[in-house]
């Protein structure tokens, strides 16, 4: 049976307590009773359902209830679900005709499969979708676990999550980097101020992740910590990847040959491995098309379609970006299913949840500035990976697509975005807004630089001074999330950019065009 090992020296530090209770399923199974190890959550929430998820430290039989009454009266309970080995003891079950527009309660049971023993319930609430006009309101950053911050407890852990918690949104958005998988971590980081990080530290987070066992361990991770635990049982997450969930800057035809950290050097093998941890541990929907697809549209309301994109799987090599054909980025098939989903949109917004900045430049070689990790590849006009972005920019003005915002994180710093054919090389297009805000529990860094092709001209932003430096530790307090409120009387979408602190850094109206 897999387990989440700690290390001798966390165990000294006295933090076995926490990490046995959650992660370590020789323990629990000695009380007798079956545990579940990590808490709940809810995703890809509709207007009559969504998706749960739990694991449990045995095999099991996973029993959903629920009601519309925190008391659980009248409780109706799901067709139990069976986890074990294949899929480490995670299941998610989707619950289906559920009342819209309605808080809804649930709680997971996890019977032993050997003598039907329950396990004590975990309870969790979402709120479905409404089939009419009410006010929305939800969250996004990314960004977690990253650049060797991890759940530090002296310091409250990962508080930025028990910020957003305090809004009581309707859902979050998790723009990607869910994990670092790419990212070992140290027992203790000395912090210029002087004083030591103190992670807390499990076996699997001392080296980066190859092994299936390995990519599981590094979302585990995250939910060992209570904030998160506290944020995922009340609010549903809704999950999309970027490059960490795999390692830095990947993409699908890479081969570490100078990677001396791992053995495996086939990134398409580590990325399938990933991919499948990814949705075995996020409460995604599954794609009878495509198993592990990330890309999809989540509609919550009349007000809102989230069209969430993957810039990842489907890209070409990462490169100087200067081909004047062309080069993959989000691949055909991704590219017009979104264009037939935007058509179909009856939404007043249209938001595109991106895993990474159009108009900022992302280097893969940022020693040099000659290779490129995103679209932007410099100043100029549509060339290699921005040919896509062109291609969607274009569809969006010539359908009359009204009403569209990115959001977005990826850079480890907070800004607001807006683009113009004016300003722009490329001319194509509607003039639109982009939103980034992150990290949620990493290193802090930025600025980036920008690229003139789709007019980009920085609103707002927020980021480590030149004196302050790079990779800011989370309790240096730059650490960013973003709200956003759609108020159902007149349909204007209000965007703010917030730190952990809950501080409102910046603000801006969007009135929708109607018609």
């Known amino acids: 049976m897999s387990s989440i090992r700690i290390s001798r ?10 990490v046995s209770s959650l992660a370590m399923p020789g323990l629990s199974r000695a009380a007798g009773r079956p545990v579940l190890t990590h808490g709940v959550q809810s995703g890809d929430v509709a207007h009559d359902g969504a998706v749960i998820w739990a694991r449990a430290d045995r095999e099991a039989n996973m029993v959903v209830e629920w009601s519309t009454s925190e008391s659980f009266a009248n409780a109706q309970v799901v067709q139990p679900l069976s986890v074990g080995d294949p899929t480490d003891f995670t299941g998610k079950l989707v619950l289906q005709g559920l009342p819209s527009d309605q808080d809804i309660f649930y709680r997971v ?20 979708a409404p089939g009419g006009l009410r006010d929305v309101s939800f969250v996004w950053s990314g960004d977690t676990a990253g650049q060797g911050w991890g759940i530090d407890d002296s310091r409250g852990g990962m508080t930025t999550y028990r910020t957003m918690l305090g809004h009581r949104p309707d859902f979050m958005i998790h723009s990607g980097d869910t994990v670092y998988a790419d990212g070992p971590m140290k027992p203790e980081v000395e912090l210029k101020d002087g004083t030591v990080w103190k992670n807390l530290l499990v076996e699997e987070k001392t080296k980066v992740a190859e092994t299936l066992q390995e990519f599981r361990a590094q979302y585990l991770y995250n939910m060992l910590d209570q904030n998160v635990r506290a944020f995922n049982a009340e609010v549903p997450v809704l999950y999309q ?151 969607l920019l274009a569809f969006v003005k010539h359908a009359g697509v009204k009403n569209t915002v990115w959001l977005t994180a990826d850079v480890h710093y907070t800004a607001a975005h807006h683009y113009s054919p004016e300003r722009a090389e490329f001319q194509d297009f509607e003039p639109f807004w982009e939103f980034v805000s992150g990290p949620l529990h990493a290193g802090t860094f930025g600025p980036n630089d920008y690229d003139n092709t789709f007019g980009v001209e920085v609103k707002y932003a927020k980021h480590p001074s030149k004196e302050q430096g790079i990779n800011l530790p989370p309790s240096e307090g730059l650490q960013f ?18 730190d952990s602190a809950d501080k409102e850094l910046w603000s801006v109206d969007l009135e929708p065009k109607l018609g």
């Open 109 to 128: 049971t996890m019977n032993d499969l050997s003598d039907n023993t329950p396990s004590a319930p975990v309870t969790g609430h979402f709120r479905t």
């Open 481 to 498: 999330f973003g709200k956003v409120d759609i108020a159902a009387a007149s349909g204007v979408m209000t965007v703010r950019l917030m």
């Open 9 to 18: 020296r966390q165990a000294l530090a006295g933090s076995a307590a926490l």
């Open 241 to 391: 990847w970027d490059d960490h969930e795999v390692l830095n800057n990947w993409y699908p035809n890479e081969i570490l040959a100078s990677d001396d950290r791992y053995a495996e050097k086939s990134v398409r093998k580590l990325a399938a491995r990933s991919a499948r941890a990814f949705h075995e541990m996020y409460p995604i929907r599954r794609s009878a098309a495509e198993p592990r697809r990330v890309y999809r549209k989540v509609s919550y309301g009349p007000l809102l379609d989230i069209f969430f994109l993957d810039m990842r799987s489907y890209r070409g090599d990462n490169g100087a970006n200067d081909q004047p054909e062309g080069a993959p980025f989000l691949g055909a098939e991704q590219l017009e299913w979104l264009k037939r989903a935007l058509t179909a949109s009856q939404a007043t917004w249209k938001v595109f949840a991106a895993d990474m900045p159009l108009g900022m430049i992302v280097y893969d070689n940022w020693r040099e500035k000659n290779t490129f990790e995103n679209s932007s590849n410099g100043d100029g006009p549509v060339l290699g990976r921005e040919a896509d972005i062109a291609d």
